[in-house]
């Protein structure tokens, strides 16, 4: 199986649940923290491919749910300074496998990419107390 590096937030159940499931597929998790990398503009941007600038934030961030930041109103380069300011606004998790970067957790995604495991229940993206 693969070696995929993990980018969560500590204490994150959602980002355990994913961990959890990329571990009974067989793969070795090294699971970092998204919040205290040492991110680039460059390095981060890696991760988002061609999705649209609005798809490269967590959705659940305080600023996000309050109303307070519409990531469809920002530019790259506005949403990379954000970002890099403040990486609780990074859609999460980042991984990183075999050259490939992907952010977010797309079960059909990392099916294709490095397979998965059956889930006793569906893992996505999100937080399980919402």
């Known amino acids: 199986m693969a070696k995929v590096v993990f980018f969560g937030k500590p ?3 959602g ?3 994913q961990e959890a499931v990329l571990r009974a597929a067989g793969h070795a998790v090294e699971r970092r923290d998204l919040l205290r990398e040492p991110w680039t ?3 981060l941007r890696g991760f988002f ?3 649209p600038v609005a798809a490269w934030f967590n959705r659940a961030a305080p600023r996000i749910a309050r109303g307070e930041l519409r990531p469809e109103t920002l530019d790259a380069e506005a949403a990379m300074a954000l970002l890099l ?3 609780l606004l990074i859609r999460r998790p980042l991984l990183e496998s075999g050259g490939r970067r ?3 957790f797309e079960p059909a995604v990392i099916e294709a990419w490095l397979g998965l495991a059956p889930a006793r229940e569906e893992v996505g ?4 107390h919402r």
């Open 11 to 13: 204490g994150c159940a």
């Open 15 to 17: 980002n355990a649940q």
């Open 41 to 43: 503009a460059e390095r």
């Open 49 to 51: 491919g061609d999705r």
């Open 85 to 87: 300011a403040e990486p």
């Open 102 to 104: 992907e952010v977010g």
């Open 125 to 128: 993206e999100g937080c399980p």
